[in-house]
């Protein structure tokens, strides 16, 4: 302990990163409370220190240690407010588990982010990258934000359209060192339409009737569909999908489909979204693994640390197949975890 604060010295960060690499922060503080946080934040600026926000750590890389303030974000709370009709909005401390939060909603009979049970992290992370699964976009649910505005250190509350959400983005990833979220609202529903256009969900539904599913068995259907293709991080650690799905403009996909007649693609905008799991197997990492790390062999977005590798051998790998990929396809991947730590 270090006054008020839960100050922990040299602290072990294996366990709060969900590719178990070995890690160390010179300093790792326990938040629970926005006094907290601001209190934790004013010891770390006393000593010149950085800090590193911390939720449940599944979309990040050490790369090393952390010569810093780690703030592990622990704000709990959930709750219902504006209870309207079948309309209701679920609020959500920055620390709760997200998919425990999924299936609260789900049992209690409400639809809108049932398609994302089984996202690992924490509800705070939740918007940062605009987290989304089959069909399905954190943005597309979310009212509001409550953060920590590190500028004015105020605390403000930001609509959806001011969150600035795009795939996989959001103002919180543009500018990392502003904000801090404390708190989530989104708006959920009894009676909106489910979204099971997705194709792997509809092949797992097949011919179930969709008027006759509740989002508690839509959620136990993504679950079912994640099991398959995604390895439990618990037991074999991984960051989760490792690549976004390109966009490449409408010509490129034209001279690309040329060469790749099979290529799996999604028109989005004025572009055309290509699936980067796709493109990794085709180039022929699907499987692979070397000595410490590699690639999952049912799902090729996904990076393993499957006999205690270091964050640096995972980031080589990733560099690897990034390389293969321009060389095969001339598309440039883009990492979704953040990296921490000297490369």
């Not at 504006?82 to 789900?106: I, R, T």
């Not at 000595?291 to 049912?298: C, F, L, P, Q």
Request: aromatic share 8%; charged share 20%.
């Amino acid at each position: 302990m270090n006054g008020a604060l839960d100050v922990t010295d040299q602290a072990d960060l294996r366990e709060l990163n969900t590719l178990a690499v070995a890690a160390r922060a010179r300093h790792l503080i326990r938040i629970t409370g926005v006094d907290e946080l601001i209190a934790a934040l004013a010891w770390a600026e006393g000593r010149e220190l950085d800090t590193l926000i911390l939720g449940g750590g599944s979309n990040l890389v050490f790369a090393g240690d952390f010569d810093g303030v780690v703030l592990h974000m622990q704000i709990r709370g959930r709750y219902w407010e504006k209870v309207n009709g079948d309309d209701a909005v679920l609020v959500l401390g920055a620390g709760e588990n997200w998919h425990e939060a999924v299936l609260y909603a789900a049992r209690s009979g409400y639809r809108g982010i049932e398609n994302l049970a089984l996202i690992p992290g924490t509800a705070g992370a939740a918007p940062v990258q605009n987290i989304g699964a089959y069909g399905v976009e954190l943005g597309d649910s979310l009212v509001s934000v409550t953060a920590l505005d590190r500028n004015t250190q105020s605390v403000v509350t930001l609509t959806a359209s001011e969150c600035q959400f795009g795939y996989r983005d959001s103002l919180f990833k543009r500018h990392p060192r502003r904000y801090i979220i404390l708190e989530v609202r989104l708006k959920l529903s009894r009676s909106q339409p489910l979204k099971l256009d997705y194709r792997d969900l509809r092949d797992y539904l097949g011919d179930t009737d969709a008027s006759s599913l509740t989002p508690l068995e839509v959620a136990e259907a993504v679950m079912a569909v994640r099991h398959r293709k995604l390895p439990d991080p618990a037991v074999l650690p991984n960051a989760g999908s490792f690549f976004k799905n390109p966009v490449i403009t409408q010509a490129a996909f034209d001279r690309l489909q040329e060469r790749f007649p099979d290529v799996v693609f999604y028109p989005v905008g004025q572009g055309v979204k290509l699936a980067a799991a796709w493109l990794i197997d085709q180039a022929g990492w699907k499987g692979f693994r070397n000595t410490r790390v590699g690639i999952h062999n049912r799902q090729a977005l996904v990076l393993i640390n499957h006999s205690g590798g270091s964050g640096a051998e995972v980031l080589a790998l990733a560099d690897q197949v990034r390389r293969s990929v321009l060389e095969t396809f001339g598309v440039e991947l883009e990492m979704e975890p953040g990296v921490v730590g000297a490369r």
